[in-house]
């Protein structure tokens, strides 16, 4: 491959190879051009300043806002002295507030050129202007439609490890092997488990029905180049199995999602808000045996996206025409997904105590629909379509104990897991601003995911004279850098 080659922009590229690479590694990566190694690099994770207003920038997100603001700024230049002025209102406001920051970032690093504009702002106030009008809340979409995807999962995966339960003489001994959620009453027979109110009954129920309640709370710290933001979220999953045989059921569940996140304020985010509904029908298959199952769950979903985002250019000008920028830009875009699930484990009892090791393998792919702003003008931002895939695996650990009491059966229960994620790289999501006629590219990188982290739980379940069941669960997530969740789980299950 020869050199010119290596160098040049691939299609679709952030930068050339030589251009995207930190300064101290500028010579490994003209060697790798050379060896032949490369034909196009992924963007790097350090970029640095080609214009003035990208060199003010303390972050990659603002050092690239800052290069695509300028270049868009001088194309508009170049063109108005070749007798092509901004063709609508649209163009000649990002025209202005393209030339605002300009102007600033010059009285801010004294670079030679014109200041006229300036909104006499300190450089962390032009930081957090160049934050605001990057778009990066956009990047909320992918995670909240990753974490409602694994809700659903789960609460199919509770329903499942209801069906798991055993019941052991005249008590219940039972794990809950997929996920928190009630045990299920259960008699062992030579043909498998049989469901029934108190053990002892031996009776088969061919249909089962359950429906779970999700009441969730997570928050998100600020990074770099993700802004931060709160959510909460409700969440209702209802299904019906029917048991094909003593070792096979076959189900399907709907479930719907309503999350409301609102992003932080701070000195570089200026707020705004994101919500978002997703559907979910999930089909799903329990073979098991006396002290071993297998499981599989396919679930399709579609989302709908509704996000202001807020936009905030500070001026501290006495000069009225150099006024910044107060607006929210206003968005919709819908969503459709697809994940699989496969898990595997045991149960082993000893008296009243159960316990299940399991392991799970788990794949999901999001893709989210371009969409464009309205409602701030110039600085409307247009995104293209979003693809976020994640495939993990767990190991997992149930511990359930349980008491008979005249009412029935009370089965407190705790779980740990371990989740490692092996896809779900960074992502670049591709924007420009619709009012730009030559649609200069804004590149937003997203933060990498963690890799390893930890779901635990407890949760109490009851088991009632007549077979109705109801639980509630408590989980949460531990060992992620930037993300915390606890989600409360309420339910009722019953078979006929």
């Known amino acids: 491959m020869k050199l010119s080659t290596c160098i040049a922009e691939p299609e679709g590229a952030s930068g050339t190879l030589k251009d995207r690479a930190p300064r101290r590694l500028k010579p490994l990566a003209y060697a790798f051009c050379l060896s032949g190694i490369f034909v196009a690099a992924p963007a790097w994770s350090a970029v640095e300043p080609t214009t003035t207003l990208g060199k003010v920038g303390s972050s990659d997100l603002q050092i690239r806002t800052g290069d695509a603001v300028q270049t868009v700024c001088g194309q508009f230049i170049a063109a108005d002295r070749e007798g092509t002025p901004p063709a609508n209102d649209l163009e000649a406001d990002l025209f202005d507030k393209c030339g605002e920051m300009v102007h600033t970032a010059r009285t801010v690093t004294g670079d030679p050129g014109a200041t006229a504009k ?34 659903q999962m789960a609460s199919v995966s509770k329903r499942m490890a209801n069906l798991l339960s055993r019941v052991a003489t005249l008590q219940l001994s039972a794990a809950q092997l997929n996920g928190a959620g009630v045990t299920y009453a259960a008699v062992d027979t030579e043909e498998g488990p049989q469901s029934g109110g108190n053990a002892g009954e031996g009776k088969s129920n061919k249909w089962g029905f359950f429906v779970n309640a999700d009441i969730g709370s997570g928050e998100k710290d600020a990074t770099a180049d993700e802004d931060g933001f709160s959510v909460d979220s409700v969440g209702i999953t209802g299904g019906v199995d029917y048991r094909m045989n003593p070792g096979t059921v076959l189900g399907l569940a709907l479930g719907y999602n309503d999350s409301q996140s609102d ?17 979910s029908l999930s089909t799903y298959g329990l073979f098991y045996s006396k002290n071993a199952f297998f499981d599989a769950t396919l679930t399709l979903g579609t989302g709908s996206y509704d996000m202001n985002r807020v936009i905030k250019i500070p001026s501290n000008s006495t000069n009225p025409d150099n006024n910044g920028a107060d607006r929210v830009a206003a968005s919709d875009t819908d969503s459709t997904q697809v994940a699989l699930s496969f898990g595997a484990g045991s149960e082993m009892n000893r008296g009243s105590l159960s316990y299940a090791p399991y392991l799970r393998a788990q794949y999901l792919k999001v893709d989210i629909d371009g969409f464009t702003e309205t409602g701030a003008s110039g600085l409307n931002l247009k995104y293209e379509d979003q693809e976020v895939e994640s495939a993990t695996s767990t190991l997992g650990f149930r511990l359930n104990t349980v008491s008979s009491t005249s009412f029935g059966v009370v089965v407190p229960q705790a779980r740990a897991e371990w989740v490692h994620e092996y896809s779900n790289d960074e992502r670049e999501i591709k924007t420009f601003y619709v009012a730009d006629p030559r ?6 990188v997203t933060d990498k995911p963690d890799r390893d982290y930890f779901n635990v739980g407890l949760g ?13 669960d408590v989980r949460s997530l531990l060992g992620m850098q930037d993300f915390k969740e606890t989600v409360g789980t309420v339910g009722v299950r019953m078979d006929m």
């Not at 649609?439 to 937003?444: A, I, S, V």
């Not at 109490?460 to 509630?472: P, T, Y």
């Open 118 to 151: 300036s909104l006499d702002l300190t450089e962390g106030e032009l930081q957090g202007a160049l934050q605001n009008i990057a778009g990066e809340e956009v990047a909320a979409s992918g995670s909240i439609a990753t974490e409602v995807s694994a809700s």
């Open 263 to 279: 992003f932080d304020t701070s000195s570089t985010v200026s707020g705004g808000d994101l919500e978002s509904k997703v559907t």
């Open 439 to 444: 649609q200069n590219l804004l590149l937003l």
């Open 460 to 472: 109490l379940s009851a088991v009632f004279k007549g077979g109705v069941q109801a639980f509630i």
